[in-house]
Each structure stands twice: as C-alpha cells, then as structure tokens.
C-alpha cells in the first residue's frame, strides 16, 4: 500500500514538472515554439547583461589600470565617445530586448537574426577600439556564435553566423591593414603587428577556425538538445493527451489552495474552464459538509502521512454538489514548490444508487417510511440514547382497525393510498426525533424518544387517534379508519427490542379486543392472554366444523310497555379445553383470518332457525337480532346469503333484524348507503350498533337506510353521574326522534339507568337489568315467565 502510494507520489511529481511546461504554451506546437523562442532570447538577453559587465567591468580595470600607469589612457576622445556609443548601443537594444521583448518578439520576424548581426557588428568595433589584431576581445566572436546557434534555429543560418563573424574580422584586420581604418595601437603589443600579413593571416585564421567551429558545434549541440526537447515534448503532449482523456478528475493546487492545473474530466464534471479554475481556491470547491475533513486530511498530507483514499462532496458551478473518490499526495510542481495532486472520480451516480438501494432496503417502497430493519435499528439507538441521557423510550404498535375490508371491496390501489395518507398523518403526530415505521401490510410502529412521563405517551396515542378519527378523501371515497394502538416502554417493559415489539403487539391486541380505536400500554398480565390467542388462533379454524359455536340471545325490551321487542343473537364459543369463549376475544382474530365469514353466514342461519322454532313452539312473533360483521358487510353476496337463509329457514324478514356498527358502516359511507338500501328493501330492520363511537353526522344518518339507532353501552354506564355521557344520550335519543328513528340503549344495568332514559324518552332497553344473553333452551322459559311477553311485530311479506 506504502510502496503504492509512494510510485503514485513520484508519478504525480514527474507530472507536475512536465504540466508546469505545458502550462507554459507547449500545448499547441506554434505557441509552444513561440513561448520557448521567447525563453531562449530572455536568456540570451540575460548572458548578454552579464557580458556586458564582465566587459564592463575589464575595459573600466583596464583603462584605470592605463590611466595610472606610466602609459596613461591612449584612447583618444573620440574613440573613448565611439566606444562609449557602441556600449550605449548594446545596452539600449539590449534593455529594450529585456523590457519589452514579448512585443517586440512578436512584432519583429527575423529579430533573431537581426539581433546576432548587430552583435557581430558591435564585437567587431569593440574588437576594433581594442587593437584589432592584437585585440584580446575576438572570443567574443565565438561567444556570439554560440548565441547565434541557441537562438536560430536552421543550422545554415548559424554556419553563416559564423562564417559572418570571420568575415568581418577579416575585413576589420584588412581595412586596417591596408589603412582605410587607423589602427588602435595598444600597449605592450609590439609596434606594427597588424601590418605583418602573416600575423594577420594566422590570427584571422585561427579566429576564423574557432569561429566555424564554435557554429558547428553549437549548432549540432543546439539540435541534439532540440531533438531531446522535441522528444520530452511530445511525451508530454502524450501525457496531457492522457491526462485530459482521462475519465479520472485530475487537479493540483499550491498548499495555500490555489488550483494551477485541472483536466478535461475536471472542467466537464465541475462546469469551470481551465482558466476559470486557476481562479478557484480547492477549499471554495469543497462542500461546507467535507471541509472540515478535507481540511484535516491536507494538514496530514503536507505533514509527510500517507492517507488512504478520501471521499469528499464538491460543488460545482451552479452549485450542483459532486461526490467524489480519490486520494491526495504531496509532490512538487515544475519550479520546485510544494504542490498538492489530486486523483478523484466522480462518484454521485454510484452513491446515489447506493443510497436508492439503502432506501429499497430501509425504506416501505409505498409509504416512504421506515421498514421493519430500520425501524429496529432506530428502536435499537433511541435505546442507546435513552440509556445515556436516563430517559424513556415508547413503542407503539399500531394495526389499523378493518383495514382488509377496504382493501378487500374497494381495491388495493385505494387501500395503498389510504396507508400513505395515513402514513403522512402519524408522521405529522410526532416530533422530527421520533420514528414512524410500516412493518407491515396496515401494521405502523413508532419510536418516542426523550420520554420523560407516560402522560406524554398518553397523549401521543391520543393525538394519533384523533388525527386518523378525520375522514379521508381517496379517489372520491370517503373514508373513515380507525387504529388499535398497543404501547410497551423501555426499560420498564423490556430490554430487548425484539421482545418489546412483542410485548407492544400483545398490548395492540388487548386494544383490538376492547373495542379497537383505544390504545393500551403493556402490562404483563397480558402475556398469559398472548399464550391463549395462540391457543384461539389455531383452534378457530376446527371450531366450525366441529360444532363449538352457540348462540346466546338478549332479549330487547320496550321502555314504556316493558314489551320484548327482539331477541338480539350473541355468539359464544364452546372451547374443549378452553370453556365459553366469549366473542370479543375471538372476533377480531375470526375477523383478522377471514374466517368471520363462514361464522357469521352460520350466526345467521342458526338465528333464523331458532326464530322459526320458536315460532312454530307457539311463541308470538318478534324479531331475532343478528350482528353483522364489517366483513361480512363487506361481502359482495351478502344479500344473496341473507335471502338464501331466510328461504331455507322460512323466516319473514320482517322477523330479522340486522345490526351493524356505525364504524363499520362509516368506513365508507357511499358504499353503505347502497347496501343498506337494499337489505331495507328485503323487509329487513337495521339497527346502527354502538352508536355514538362512530363519527356520522346528521348528513350521514339521513342517507342510510335505517329503523334504529342503539346507544354504546360505555355511554349508557356512566349516564347518571358523567354530564358529558347524558348528554351524549339524550342528544342520540333526540337525533333519532328528529330522523323518526327507535332509539335503543344497550348495557342497562340500574333502575337509574332505566329512568334516566325513559325521562329522555328513549324508546328501548337492553341489558343485564332485563336478562343477561342465555342459551335458546333458556328463551322458552324466559319468555313464558313475564306477563307481558312480547310486543307486536308488524310482519312483511316474506320476498
Ligand atoms: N359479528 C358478530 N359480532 C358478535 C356476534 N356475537 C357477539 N358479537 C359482538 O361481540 C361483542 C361482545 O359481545 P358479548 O360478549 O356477547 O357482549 C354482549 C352482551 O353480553 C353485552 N351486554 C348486554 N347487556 C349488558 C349489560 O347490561 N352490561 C354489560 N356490561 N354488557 C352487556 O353487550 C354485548 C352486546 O353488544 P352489542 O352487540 O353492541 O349489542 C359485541 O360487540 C357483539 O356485537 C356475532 O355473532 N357476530
């Protein structure tokens, strides 16, 4: 891994050398050439200014040295003037060079050539006002041939350079030869040198010589370092070609952030041009959520650590966030600065399938929720939370209440829209810290976190079924859902997660049992109920086939005659190991499995028969009450079962009489009024069942089809003592005087209760005070010992 990232480092910083030339204008082979011509003449301008002083710095020792010596300055004025302006002259153009050599580069085609003539030139004077033959100044010649040999670039060119330079020594020494120029006599050179021809021959030739040869040389020298050059470039041309085509993002920046290069894949992910991106900073790129980390991993790198690969979040222009994968080293740029070198890929499209696919397996695909996994993992950290900050943790368990009826007649498309509005609202009941979970087909779990008293949990429960208690509007059905909510606390229930969604789902059940829309917390009394509705649930399904239901009947009593009205039928279950299962424990489970069905089509026959037996023992006619399961309300043959009964049974349907709870028929409102209509038009009666529980309205009652209206008992119990509870009562009792409805209370248990409900005119009674529900055998007897026995039923014509 070390050696790895160590190759990648070197890598990285033979890179940064070559891209520091590439960034200097090798990219396009004109402007490179340009860029590097304008490099070799500043260089030459430079060796110049260095010429020019160590010349400088000769002729001023020289002439001092002359000046106090018995020989004295032997120039004369003017040749100290000519001097003085040939060495203005190489200074000027060479300052001027130096200024302004970018422009004048690119104005002037052949400087080059122009510059190494007047160099030529200028070396010839300065040979010339030294003692042309005896002059010390010649290798300046070869000096400028040199240059001449950097600078041009045909090798030709260069020879003539060369060959120029000789021919104007030897021209120089020839004019003063023979006396077109005067010659400058020098000190210690013996008198009348430059008029000896073989002197002047074999100095010119030498000069000459070394002249060519110094243009040879340095011409081929200048190529072979051309050709290296030209080799190194077109690596590096290579290497960019690479480094752009590269589907990596590949950056580097100066330690203080400042990016000096990006490539292709860079600029497209990032939507900055190069140009745009040497005026960014790295750290303005980084997302405010990575800096920091960034920040940290910079700090190690610049300090000599070896980081493994870093993910990181950029912005790019327009703001878009990009995140990216790579690894950052530490190298050195082409002028040997530290520099940063980043190797990233684009990772967004990776991460965000990843995070679709954490989702698919945390998240309900129809709600949006958490899903069972998550939903334990959120249990398992408020738990952890819960332990450090010694708070209380909540868990609620929620089933909605007849939900399948929904799904069943009306469709799962409205069943799905109805579980994600009612996601939406428990997701509204709690705070953001809290979790809300499907686990389930209509099963919703949350997390309270921070509990600090039941009394808060109490009330989220509350807020809960009040929220859901609000009709729901999906696709134009108006939709009424109610919730069983069982609730186990951490730590006082359980340690384990698992367990206290255990102990969460028993306490539900106990909701569901009693009445459902109520919630109810865990206590562990209900265990024993959990091991027994196992016990139920595996036994129901044999109870049918092995004759274990019974019917018990409640008689219905008039207030004002004290006539029996009805007889209303109530299942019980004759468990073997069990005894009398009462049917508040084992309806929602018959509910729940479908099996409600089968029992209910049997409740009905068996209250049939036992009305038409009665009958035929001589008993005056009265009405056999049924109660119909939203289920079996719900069924699409329940007005050919009910007629098939009462035609095998022979019993007048006048004789019937449904009941049906009002939450069972406001669950969808539209869809009872058709039902009810129909069921009336068979002759039937139909009592609304635990009236006052449901949420219809007056709008609601006047549309269904209906002859009774029957009191919840939970209303009828407290009706001497609670306000509120007489109030409901007598505000039922007059709703159905207004609608020409019987009003009848259930669960009459007092005399009070009874006076209290004959003052506010109630019609009927029913309850423990009359009879308690007994056995058929029993009804005979029951009957037989009243005066005043049955009130009569106006009969319809059996359909
Ligand atoms: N779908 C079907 N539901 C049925 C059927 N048989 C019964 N049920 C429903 O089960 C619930 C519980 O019924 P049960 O335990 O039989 O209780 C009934 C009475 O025993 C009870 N009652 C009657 N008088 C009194 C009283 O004075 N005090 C008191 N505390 N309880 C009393 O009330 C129950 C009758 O309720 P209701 O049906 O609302 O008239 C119950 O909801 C039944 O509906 C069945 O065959 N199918």
């Given at each position: 891994m070390a050696q790895t990232s160590l190759t990648g480092s070197r890598w990285l910083d033979s890179v940064a050398r070559r891209l520091k030339h590439l960034r200097e204008g090798l990219k396009s082979p004109e402007s490179g050439r340009l860029e590097e011509f304008k490099a070799r003449t500043f260089l030459v301008v430079k060796c110049r200014w260095l010429l020019l002083t160590l010349v400088g710095i000769y002729c001023l020792v020289a002439g001092s040295t002359y000046y106090v010596s018995r020989i004295g300055l032997f120039l004369s004025p003017s040749q100290v003037m000519f001097l003085v302006v040939t060495a203005s002259t190489v200074i000027a153009y060479n300052l001027l060079l130096h200024l302004f050599y970018q422009r004048i580069i690119c104005c002037f085609r052949f400087i080059n050539v122009f510059q190494i003539v007047l160099d030529l030139l200028l070396v010839t004077v300065l040979v010339h006002l030294s003692g042309?033959?005896?002059?010390?100044?010649?290798?300046?010649?070869?000096?400028?041939?040199?240059?001449?040999?950097?600078?041009?670039?045909?090798?030709?060119?260069?020879?003539?350079?060369?060959?120029?330079?000789?021919?104007?020594?030897?021209?120089?020494?020839?004019?003063?030869?023979?006396?077109?120029?005067?010659?400058?006599?020098?000190?210690?050179?013996?008198?009348?040198?430059?008029?000896?021809?073989?002197?002047?021959?074999?100095?010119?030739?030498?000069?000459?010589?070394?002249?060519?040869?110094?243009?040879?040389?340095?011409?081929?020298?200048?190529?072979?370092?051309?050709?290296?050059?030209?080799?190194?470039?077109?690596?590096?041309?290579?290497?960019?070609?690479?480094?752009?085509?590269a589907n990596d993002l590949i950056l580097s920046f100066s330690p203080e952030g400042r990016l000096r290069y990006v490539n292709e894949a860079w600029q497209q992910v990032l939507g900055y041009t190069a140009e745009e991106a040497k005026e960014l900073s790295f750290f303005g790129i980084i997302h405010p959520d990575s800096r920091e980390r960034c920040n940290a991993e910079l700090e190690r790198i610049l300090?000599?650590?070896?980081?493994?690969?870093?993910?990181?979040?950029?912005?790019?222009?327009?703001?878009?966030?990009?995140?990216?994968?790579?690894?950052?080293?530490?190298?050195?740029?082409?002028?040997?600065?530290?520099?940063?070198?980043?190797i990233c890929r684009d990772i967004t499209e990776r991460k965000q399938v990843e995070e679709q696919l954490y989702r698919l397996a945390?998240?309900?695909?129809?709600?949006?929720?958490?899903?069972?996994?998550?939903?334990?993992?959120?249990?398992?950290?408020?738990?952890?939370?819960?332990?450090?900050?010694?708070?209380?943790?909540?868990?609620?368990?929620?089933?909605?209440?007849?939900?399948?009826?929904?799904?069943d007649t009306l469709g799962h498309p409205v069943g799905d829209k109805l579980l994600q509005e009612v996601a939406k609202r428990l997701v509204d009941c709690v705070r953001e810290v809290d979790t809300?979970?499907?686990?389930?087909?209509?099963?919703?779990?949350?997390v309270l976190v921070n509990i600090d008293s039941v009394e808060d949990v109490k009330r989220v429960a509350q807020k809960i079924l009040k929220s859901l208690s609000v009709p729901f509007m999906v696709d134009s059905f108006e939709l009424y859902i109610t919730t069983s909510i069982g609730i186990a606390l951490y730590p006082g229930d359980d340690e384990n997660p698992d367990n206290l969604v255990k102990k969460a789902d028993i306490a539900m059940y106990h909701a569901?049992?009693?009445?459902?829309?109520?919630?109810?917390?865990?206590?562990?009394?209900?265990?024993?109920?959990?091991?027994?509705?196992?016990?139920?649930?595996?036994?129901?399904?044999?109870?049918?086939?092995?004759?274990?239901?019974?019917?018990?009947?409640?008689?219905?009593?008039?207030?004002?005659?004290?006539?029996?009205?009805?007889?209303?039928?109530?299942?019980?279950?004759?468990?073997?190991?069990?005894?009398?299962v009462a049917p508040s424990e084992f309806i929602p489970l018959a509910e729940e499995t479908g099996l409600i069905v089968p029992i209910g089509e049997w409740v009905l026959r068996a209250a049939c028969l036992q009305n038409r037996k009665w009958l035929e023992m001589g008993l005056p006619p009265m009405k056999v009450a049924v109660n119909l399961s939203g289920y079996q309300f719900q069924q699409p043959n329940l007005l050919d079962i009910i007629r098939t009964v009462l035609a095998d049974t022979g019993l007048d349907p006048g004789l019937l009489e449904l009941e049906i709870t009002e939450s069972v028929i406001m669950q969808n409102p539209d869809f009872a009024v058709a039902v009810l209509a129909e069921i009336r038009d068979l002759g039937i009666h139909i009592s609304i069942d635990d009236f006052g529980t449901g949420y219809s309205s007056l709008a609601h009652l006047k549309r269904f089809s209906i002859n009774t209206l029957k009191i919840d008992k939970s209303f009828v119990r407290d009706v001497e003592i609670n306000s509120a509870d007489a109030a409901i009562a007598t505000a039922i009792i007059?709703?159905?005087?207004?609608?020409?409805?019987?009003?009848?209370?259930?669960?009459?248990?007092?005399?009070?209760?009874?006076?209290?409900?004959?003052?506010?005119?109630?019609?009927?009674?029913?309850?423990?005070?009359?009879?308690?529900?007994m056995p058929s055998e029993d009804v005979a007897d029951f009957l037989r010992g009243r005066t005043t026995l049955v009130a009569p039923v106006s009969l319809n014509s059996a359909p």
């Open positions: 042309g033959a005896s002059s010390w100044f010649w290798p300046v010649y070869l000096i400028v041939t040199i240059e001449a040999a950097f600078l041009i670039e045909g090798k030709r060119e260069v020879w003539f350079v060369g060959a120029f330079g000789g021919i104007l020594y030897g021209a120089l020494l020839a004019l003063e030869h023979f006396g077109f120029i005067p010659n400058v006599p020098m000190p210690f050179v013996e008198p009348g040198l430059h008029q000896d021809p073989h002197y002047i021959l074999l100095v010119w030739l030498w000069v000459s010589l070394l002249n060519a040869a110094a243009a040879v040389i340095g011409s081929y020298f200048v190529s072979v370092i051309e050709r290296e050059s030209e080799a190194t470039r077109q690596s590096e041309e290579r290497l960019m070609g690479f480094l752009d085509t300090a000599g650590d070896v980081l493994s690969p870093l993910e990181a979040t950029l912005v790019a222009k327009g703001g878009r966030s990009i995140i990216v994968e790579g690894s950052l080293t530490c190298g050195v740029d082409g002028e040997g600065s530290t520099a940063v070198w980043g945390h998240h309900d695909t129809l709600t949006g929720l958490p899903n069972r996994i998550l939903f334990l993992d959120r249990l398992q950290q408020a738990k952890a939370h819960a332990n450090r900050y010694r708070h209380h943790v909540a868990l609620m368990f929620l089933d909605l209440d007849r939900f399948k009826i929904i799904n809300v979970a499907r686990i389930g087909g209509d099963e919703f779990t949350v569901k049992g009693e009445g459902r829309n109520t919630f109810k917390f865990y206590v562990p009394k209900m265990d024993a109920n959990a091991d027994k509705r196992l016990l139920l649930e595996t036994s129901l399904r044999k109870a049918l086939d092995n004759e274990e239901f019974r019917v018990y009947y409640q008689p219905k009593v008039d207030i004002t005659t004290k006539q029996i009205t009805a007889m209303e039928a109530l299942l019980r279950w004759q468990h073997p190991t069990l005894g009398l007059a709703m159905g005087n207004s609608l020409n409805l019987k009003v009848i209370a259930e669960g009459v248990e007092t005399e009070g209760q009874l006076t209290f409900l004959s003052e506010n005119k109630c019609d009927e009674v029913q309850g423990f005070l009359f009879s308690t529900p």
